[in-house]
T-cell receptor, first 118, second 117 residues
Framework: GAVVSQHPSWVICKSGTSVKIECRSL??????MFWYRQFPKQSLMLMAT?????????EQGVEKDKFLINHASLTLSTLTVTSAHPEDSSFYIC??????????????FGSGTQLSVL | GENVEQHPSTLSVQEGDSAVIKCTYS??????FPWYKQELGKGPQLIID?????GEKKDQRIAVTLNKTAKHFSLHITETQPEDSAVYFC????????????????FGQGTILTVHP
């Protein structure tokens, strides 16, 4: 099946620093990638939709200047948490949609990144 | 927008028993309903999905049923095994104003399934 690789799997950083998380589709081209945030024992909360070659679309309440998303190629999207603070500590997950057809809605998820901001 | 309710929040069964998780959705335009299994510290894994033009789909011990009229769908796991223990999420497609979803999903709250040996 389709594989989505997400790195790093965990990261600890100091408050005020920036952290970059990568999401790669290994065996397919991902026209659209999604970024989610998940708090312990809670559901996935969609943060933004990333389309290759265009600006990301952010969900209401998500600060686009804090969570920078870049989708420069059909196999790579990055999420940069800028000037991280302890409240940004969370599990971040990406997913990728394969193909160009609007009827293709299958999503494949990365393994997630646990961010801890000290 | 779409709202997905999932029940129960926790489910405990004995090995070999069946487990059923139910979800309801609010947007009648949704037409794609996947189920994901998430193990601790990992990303969700797609286990089965169903489209609105189908009422039931089965894959070995896992099945999903969909009632479009009532706007609810269910996950059925038969002959449960300890390795089935995980958090399960249902989801429903979200469509934009033009009627296209592009893979955008609304997730249920999750069900913690525990299978006791």
């Amino acid at each position: 099946g389709a594989v989505v690789s997400q790195h790093p799997s965990w990261v600890i950083c100091k408050s005020g620093t920036s952290v970059k998380i990568e999401c790669r589709s290994l065996d397919f081209q991902a026209t659209t990638m999604f970024w989610y945030r998940q708090f312990p024992k809670q559901s996935l909360m969609l943060m933004a939709t990333s389309n290759e070659g265009s600006k990301a679309t952010y969900e209401q309440g998500v600060e686009k200047d804090k969570f920078l998303i870049n989708h420069a190629s059909l196999t790579l999207s990055t999420l940069t948490v800028t000037s991280a603070h302890p409240e940004d500590s969370s599990f971040y997950i990406c997913s990728a949609r394969a193909g160009w057809a609007t009827t293709n809605e299958k999503l494949f998820f990365g393994s997630g990144t646990q961010l801890s901001v000290l | 927008g779409e709202n997905v309710e999932q029940h129960p929040s926790t489910l405990s069964v004995q090995e070999g028993d069946s487990a059923v998780i139910k979800c309801t959705y609010s947007d009648s335009a949704s037409n794609y309903f996947p189920w994901y299994k998430q193990e601790l510290g990992k990303g969700p894994q797609l286990i089965i999905d169903i489209r609105s033009n189908v009422g039931e789909k089965k894959d070995q011990r896992i099945a999903v049923t969909l009632n479009k009229t009532a706007k609810h769908f269910s996950l059925h796991i038969t002959e449960t095994q300890p390795e089935d223990s995980a958090v399960y999420f249902c989801a429903a497609s979200i469509k934009d104003a033009g009627g296209t979803s592009y893979g955008k999903l609304t997730f249920g709250q999750g069900t913690i399934l525990t299978v006791h040996p």
